[in-house]
Nanobody
Framework: QVQLVESGGGLVQPGGSLRLSCAVS????????MAWYRQAPGKQRELVAS???????NYADSVKGRFTISGDSAKNTVYLQMNSLKPEDTAFYYC????????WGQGTQVTVSS
């Protein structure tokens, strides 16, 4: 059974950066589309960025130009580099497969505040 463990969140000032990691226990295929999602208090979970085959990337309009998703197949890890963070990026961040989700991990909290 695949398990997802997200890490790297924290408190950061507006304009700052964070790098999130998603460690996947169990092998995953590069054919999978993996994604980062986020959920802010009182809001629905939204897809932030996705990656397929280590090459094809898509981003929500709200994070384009600021966030970068990447993967390391050797480490079974998916990353999310977040730059120029804004208060509206504050949320719990999760990773998962897009088309056939695994059980959700606990997520990692990102708080952007001065």
């Amino acid at each position: 059974q695949v398990q997802l463990v997200e890490s790297g969140g924290g408190l950061v000032q507006p304009g700052g950066s964070l790098r999130l990691s998603c460690a996947v226990s169990g092998s995953i295929s590069s054919r999978y589309t993996m994604a980062w999602y986020r959920q802010a208090p009182g809001k629905q979970r939204e897809l932030v960025a996705s990656i397929t085959g280590g090459v094809f990337r898509n981003y929500a309009d709200s994070v384009k130009g600021r966030f970068t998703i990447s993967g390391d197949s050797a480490k079974n890890t998916v990353y999310l580099q977040m730059n120029s963070l804004k208060p509206e990026d504050t949320a719990f961040y999760y990773c998962n497969r897009v088309d056939s989700p695994f059980s959700w991990g606990q997520g990692t909290q990102v708080t952007v505040s001065s």
